[in-house]
Structures are given as C-alpha cells and as structure tokens.
C-alpha cells in the first residue's frame, strides 16, 4: 500500500510557469513532510520541508502549502527556469514511521 | 563540506555473487539511512542506523541484504547471491539526529546484476 501518493507524474511548463505538484497522505502519525530535489545520476537534495502546525512554507521561488483536514500538501514553483528541470519526490515521517517517498513528478521547464 | 560520499559508483555483478556497498555519512551524523531506488521510483527504505545500533531494518528485502555501522560512522551494505531483481540505485543518507531531521543523500550506487 503507498503511503504517499503523488501526482502528476511528469509536468512540462514552460519558463516562468508555476508548476505544482500534488501530494496525498492516509497516515495520520505523518508530522514531517519534505519535498526533494533530484537530477539524473545524483542523489534527492532537499529542497523545502513543513510540519503541520503551519498551512504554507515559502523559501525563495519553492512554496509549500499544507492542508491538514485534507491530508495533502503541495509544491509551486514560482517563476520556472530550465534549470529547475528535475524530478521532484515527496516524502513524509513521522512517530515511529521512517521517511516514505511519493513515485516521482519529472518536471521539464522549457526555454 | 564533504557531503555523504558512497563508493562504488558503479558496480556490475554477475548472479550469485556477493556485493559491498560503502556508505562515508557527514562526519558527525548521528543517524544513517539506506534506500533502494528502482528506475523510475521514488526511494524505499531499506534500513536505519543510530550511532552503531540498527534500529530498523524493516525494508530488507530478504535475508540475502545485511547492513552494518559497526564504529557509528562508515557504513556497508552487503547483498548476498545478487539477483537480477537487485539491480537499483542504493542510496545512503545521513541525518544529525532522527528521521524527521534533515537526511543529506549521497550520490548513490547502481548496482546491475546480469
């Protein structure tokens, strides 16, 4: 059974698009709930990460917004650049679960 | 800073033989991480290390995969009589403390078994 389910599962946009991406979760110990970033032959770096005490989490152009009662959270990236072009993994942990990841959303930001 | 380094970055077996993957984690981490990443997926945990305590290994596969962190710092990742279904990218990762602090991921290992 995934715990974590994420869609879409590829994203194409074009530069300066605001791509989001979806991410659902039944668990409800889940309390941590990072997105990660990962290029071809390299491995996920985390990019931004919320906990459920707050509904939107911005670090520079990489929003987070979290709904609780819904048990889902999402990824925009604002202003999309060719070089954001990755695939991008949801994750979420908590209490005595380990960190389980979503299935992945290829994203390719054209020129 | 040296960031979680994993070697080799390549490894090709034949079926049925034995394999050793090495996990350097960020000098310091407490908690160490090992991941199996199919093509096109999302990374599975495998096992979880504190210090040198295993303290979950839920995700092993079989009894055929066996991790050990014996000083609380480097780490392996040992596959006994490779299937074909064990080729993947391991992924090691170390964090400061627990699961739910930041886990800083290595490049990976693919391993490819003919």
């Known amino acids: 059974q995934q715990q974590v389910k994420q869609s879409p599962q590829s994203l194409i946009v074009q530069k300066g698009g605001i791509p989001i991406i979806n991410c659902a979760y039944e668990?409800?110990?889940?309390?941590?709930f990072p997105w990660y970033q990962q290029f071809p032959g390299k491995g996920p770096a985390l990019l931004i990460a919320i906990r459920p005490d707050v509904s939107e989490k911005k670090e520079g152009r990489f929003t987070i917004s979290f709904n609780k009662s819904a048990k889902q959270f999402s990824l925009h990236i604002m202003d999309s650049q060719p070089g954001d072009s990755a695939t991008y993994f949801c994750?979420?942990?908590?209490?005595?679960?380990?960190?389980?990841f979503g299935k992945g959303t290829k994203l390719t930001v054209n020129p | 800073g040296a960031g979680v380094s994993q070697s080799p970055r390549y490894k090709v077996a034949k079926r049925g033989q034995d394999v050793a993957l090495r996990c350097d984690p960020i000098s310091g981490h407490v908690s160490l991480f090992w991941y199996q990443q199919a093509l096109g997926q999302g990374p599975e945990f495998l096992t979880y290390?504190?210090?040198?305590?295993?303290?979950?290994k839920s995700g092993l596969p079989s009894d055929r995969f066996f991790a050990e962190r014996p000083e609380g710092s480097v780490s392996t990742l040992k596959i006994q009589r490779t299937q074909q279904e064990d080729s993947a990218v391991y992924l090691c990762?170390?964090?400061?403390?627990?699961?739910?602090?930041?886990?800083?991921f290595g490049p990976g290992t693919r391993l490819t078994v003919l």
């Open positions: 668990n409800t110990a889940f309390d941590y």
């Open positions: 990762a170390s964090s400061p403390r627990d699961v739910t602090d930041t886990q800083y």
């Open positions: 290390f504190q210090n040198e305590a295993q303290l979950d």
């Open positions: 994750a979420a942990a908590g209490g005595s679960e380990k960190l389980v």
